[in-house]
Nanobody, 121 residues
Framework: QVQLVESGGGLVQAGGSLRLSCKASGTIFRINYMGWYRQAPGKQRELVATVTDDGSTNYVDSVKGRFTISRDNAKRTLYLQMNSLKPEDTAVYYC???????????????WGQGTQVTVSS
């Protein structure tokens, strides 16, 4: 069983920075991709950023140039560096690992518990 534990959320003023971490434990054969999602009150969960197995990254337009997703395979940890934070970035942030089975025939999504990010104006 794979578990993802997030850390790094908190309260910050607009223009500030936070770094989220998501550490995986358990048996992992191969990672298809990893990503960060967020959900604001009354809104649907949205994709923020992803990084694939080959290192390719993708960002939602609203965070481009401000957020950076990265991974440390040795530490089995995913990061999200968030700079120039805005009040509209306030949300619960979730990490997601999409993992391939040992047979490479199916994939499974795993989610972190969520961490609150609050940006005050």
């Amino acid at each position: 069983q794979v578990q993802l534990v997030e850390s790094g959320g908190g309260l910050v003023q607009a223009g500030g920075s936070l770094r989220l971490s998501c550490k995986a434990s358990g048996t992992i054969f191969r990672i298809n991709y990893m990503g960060w999602y967020r959900q604001a009150p009354g809104k649907q969960r949205e994709l923020v950023a992803t990084v694939t197995d080959d290192g390719s990254t993708n960002y939602v337009d609203s965070v481009k140039g401000r957020f950076t997703i990265s991974r440390d395979n040795a530490k089995r940890t995913l990061y999200l560096q968030m700079n120039s934070l805005k009040p509209e970035d306030t949300a619960v942030y979730y990490c997601n690992f999409r993992l391939l089975s040992a047979s490479m025939t199916y994939q499974t999504d795993y989610w972190g518990q969520g961490t609150q990010v609050t940006v005050s104006s």
